[in-house]
């Protein structure tokens, strides 16, 4: 299998699906000629012609409602919001209207789309491109919300929500668009929506996390390895629908958790579950619940690394949940 950055397998996923089915268009701001602000639409214009790569003009909500209304008519629009801290002006078009026409419509108008967006921080973009709001669209009945962590993943998951009957929200963890590499499968490669990925097995504590932080829930659980304490480490990948079941079996096992996540701590994924871990295994925990996560403070540019819960912050929360 080839060697690829998240960039070049988000890429290949994207001319994959273009290739298979004529449906399919992606529309944003600078995604045609340019290539999108990453590169990661890079050469489907050359290959596709600017009816399905469409360069729009600087209006979130234009481009969300533009794709919607491509949606109700057949197509299968990949829109692109540049920065995820951008998507605000779409808010109304994404939850007031995509989330609902499936279920106001009968099903009938299932406005099939994939909102593709790079999150999170960790490049030096200050507090208006570093900013992660899974969270407000978790909120959100009618979508589904998705952040892989690794390029087979990226492709993986991307080919499963364009071909999701539901609207989903695809963020791209930015930080780790070329530092995450590895072999992606070449051709057709699906991973399924809702299933989370158990990528360390441990004993003693989970820690659920997403994202770009996977890497450094990793090397957290390592150096907690040296200090004797066995950390099993679940990548979500899908953050709604939640693949409560894998985390309940983990936390059944280890009878400890830690919840790592960039958004800031209140009303955060994490919150949310821990409280099902509350719900489904209060009388399998040894210690509670522990959040690591981003401060409820803007996103800082000076203070970027002290904001972000790295490993650092991760490996004191894992030492006191263990130690408890």
């Known amino acids: 299998m080839p060697q690829m950055n998240m960039v070049q397998a988000i890429n290949d996923a994207l001319r994959h699906e273009m290739r298979r089915d004529n449906r399919v268009v992606v529309l944003g701001e600078d995604v045609g000629k340019v290539g999108g602000v990453f590169r990661v639409t890079q050469g489907l214009f050359d290959e596709f012609g600017d009816e399905r790569v469409i360069d729009t003009p600087l209006s979130e909500g234009g481009i969300i409602g533009t794709a919607i209304g491509m949606a109700l008519y057949g197509l299968v629009p990949v829109p692109e919001i540049q920065f995820s801290d951008f998507i605000f002006p779409a808010y109304d078009q994404i939850v007031s209207e995509l989330a609902k026409y499936r279920y106001r419509s009968g099903g009938e108008y299932p406005a099939k789309l994939v909102i593709r967006t790079p999150t999170g921080g960790g490049i030096r973009g200050g507090h208006y491109h ?46 780790i668009y070329r530092a995450a590499k590895g072999e992606v499968p070449e051709g057709d490669h699906t991973v399924p929506l809702g299933k989370a990925s158990v990528v360390r097995k441990g004993q003693h504590v989970t820690i659920v996390v997403w994202g ?8 957290a659980a390592n150096q907690a390895a040296a200090q004797g304490i066995d950390c099993e480490v679940i990548d979500l990948r899908t953050l709604w629908p939640l693949d409560i079941e894998t985390i309940i ?54 203070l970027e690394m002290e904001y972000l819960p790295l490993s650092h912050r991760i490996l004191p929360a894992i030492i006191e949940t263990a130690r408890y």
Do not use: W
Request: charged content about 20%; hydrophobic content about 40%.
């Open 249 to 302: 079996t983990s936390v059944k096992k280890t009878g400890r958790v830690v919840v790592v996540h960039e958004a800031p701590k209140s009303c955060g994924l994490g919150g949310e579950i821990v409280a099902l871990i509350n719900e489904k295994a209060f009388l399998h925990l040894e210690a509670p619940p522990k959040r690591v996560t981003g401060f409820d403070t803007p996103f800082p540019y000076t």
């Open 212 to 219: 770009a932080m996977l890497y450094e829930a990793l090397d």
């Open 130 to 175: 570093s900013q992660s709001p899974e969270a407000q669209f978790i909120h959100v009945a009618g979508l589904k919300v998705v952040c892989p962590s690794n390029p087979a993943d990226a492709k993986g998951l991307l080919l499963a929500s364009i071909r999701d009957p539901d609207p989903v929200l695809f963020f791209e963890p930015k930080r």
